[in-house]
């Protein structure tokens, strides 16, 4: 049974929601740039660490560069670029001890809705014990919503006929049981993402006979797990500095692909395609199973550290199936094409649900806010909605980067109220025609699922951001004020 609403806790100036790699962040950031803010931490899991506690799957790993992925102010220094997720975790929560936070960390606390009164310039939050059903209200000057896009508790698995029928084990990424011993096993893939091709060289190694079924490819890039550079530098200069410099050339790196792909997408996609013929046997089908049929980085890049995944291919202990599920069948799968593919385990490693701002009930004046209609501000706030900032991160490359400039951009925004005397800040939309389309415009399928529950983004900066690190660092280190915001003290008691 639910508790009735609980007694109010103390007020803080910022309340974060969410504790992994964004919400660490912006505690820390908070803690060193604005120490004179009082702040909390809510998170509905019972640990820290987002998606790098909740995924146990084998070989999970960064599919960024960690001197990227990693915090500007608390350097990576291993050795690998690409980094196993124990050893992202582990850096995070040694981050959030050295800086703090840890121990201020509220656990099993899920926010349920939150109002903005104008009158005293205050969020009344609605906090549920995820536990005990107990509830409490709290309030804050400013809600940072640091809660990911997607969900925690739950993947998306589509339906497929026969399942029930199936006596094997049927296992999501999201929900990998700790004691699934695959040695030995027939397991079948099913998707084509980041996700199946981080797991197959895992369960390779573990013993697994594996078979990726996806309905169409991904495009696949190969990348060294160290950065020969990197190892380098950080050998002659000092941590700050050597990754300073690091972080720079990747970012570099990263959006001249980037552009590149967008550019001219078929010579981006022959070089990827001969990247991966380099990879496999002499006559593998690389256009049957390798040739998607979008252009890159219409959605992200799969990367495969030190070409792993195709050492797994070559080794006969995995294939390849482009096919469609038909229906499950007692002992496997069988395909569109008629062909049946034996199982003792089916991993679905068919995507994420989409998660809008943490899927919090918000409103101002208890007028609801339709997220979905609202306009975003630099990339980290709303339309009409005042005092709110959320960090989402780049989806055409390293989440932390924009993250990291979203978090700077409200440390500011807080600092350059306090030191003007204003108790709100509101973006507002313009009066001119502003032409708008979904915030995020890749075509992954979760995106596509809930692409209608998305806020809007414009077709001109501030309210729309380039995707490209060096152009919006520009726009968000801007001054602060401008005819898009609006400030004033707050009317009412507090």
Not at 58 to 69: A, K, N, V
Request: charged share 25%.
């Amino acid at each position: 049974m639910v508790a009735a609403e609980g007694e109010p806790r103390s007020h803080v100036d910022v309340l974060i929601v969410g504790a992994g790699l964004s919400g660490i962040g912006a505690a820390c950031t908070l803690q060193t740039h604005a120490p004179d803010r009082t702040w909390a931490v809510v998170e509905a899991r019972g640990a820290s660490g987002g998606t790098w506690d909740r995924f146990r799957f084998p070989g999970i790993r960064s599919d960024s560069d960690m001197y990227t992925l990693g915090y500007r102010f608390r350097p990576w220094v291993q050795g690998k670029s690409i980094a196993a997720g124990s050893d992202i975790l582990s850096y995070l929560r040694e981050t959030a001890a050295a800086y703090g936070v840890a121990d201020r960390i509220e656990y099993h606390w899920r926010v349920l809705r939150a109002d903005f009164n104008r009158a005293s310039a205050r969020w009344t939050v609605t906090v549920e014990h995820t536990e005990t059903g107990r509830r409490q209200v709290r309030t804050c000057g400013f809600l940072y919503l640091c809660t990911g896009y997607f969900r925690y508790d739950h993947g998306y698995t589509p339906s497929w006929p026969g399942r029930e029928d199936f006596t094997g084990c049927v296992v999501h990424p999201q929900d990998w049981p700790a004691d699934l011993d695959v040695d030995g096993r027939e397991v079948v893939v099913i998707g084509s993402g980041s996700t199946a091709v981080t797991l197959i060289p895992a369960l390779v190694a573990a013993g697994a006979h594996v078979v990726m079924l996806q309905r169409s490819p991904s495009w696949v890039m190969v990348l060294p797990t160290r950065d020969p550079l990197g190892s380098l530098l950080l050998r002659i200069l000092s941590p700050e500095r050597a990754s300073g410099v690091i972080r720079w050339k990747n970012m570099r790196v990263a959006t001249a692909l980037y552009q590149l792909c967008q550019r001219f997408p078929r010579t981006s996609g022959r070089l990827l395609r001969h990247g991966v013929r380099r990879r496999l046997p002499k006559g593998f089908d690389v256009d049957r199973h390798f040739r998607p049929t979008y252009d890159p980085w219409d959605q992200r890049l799969c990367l495969v550290p030190d070409g792993d995944f195709f050492a797994a291919i070559s080794s006969g202990r995995a294939e390849i199936a482009t096919d469609h599920v038909e229906s499950f069948a007692s002992d496997g799968l069988r395909l569109r094409s008629g062909r049946r593919l034996k199982a003792d385990i089916v991993v679905t490693a068919t995507g994420l649900e989409l998660l809008t701002l943490g899927d919090i009930a918000l409103s101002v004046d208890r007028d609801p806010v339709d997220v979905s209609e609202r306009v975003v501000y630099k990339g980290t706030m709303l339309d009409g909605v005042p005092n709110l900032g959320f960090a989402i991160g780049y989806t055409n490359g390293t989440w932390a980067l924009k993250v990291e400039l979203a978090t700077d951009y409200v440390t500011r925004l807080l600092n350059f109220m306090r030191d003007r005397g204003y108790d709100e800040v509101m973006p507002l939309r313009p009066i001119q025609a502003l032409r708008t389309t979904p915030y995020i415009e890749m075509s992954s399928g979760y995106f596509e699922r809930g692409r209608s529950r998305l806020p809007r983004q414009g077709d001109r900066p501030p309210w729309r951001i380039h995707q490209q690190y060096p152009k919006d660092a520009r726009l968000l280190r801007g001054p602060i004020a401008g005819p898009e915001l609006a400030f004033r003290v707050r009317s009412g008691p507090s």
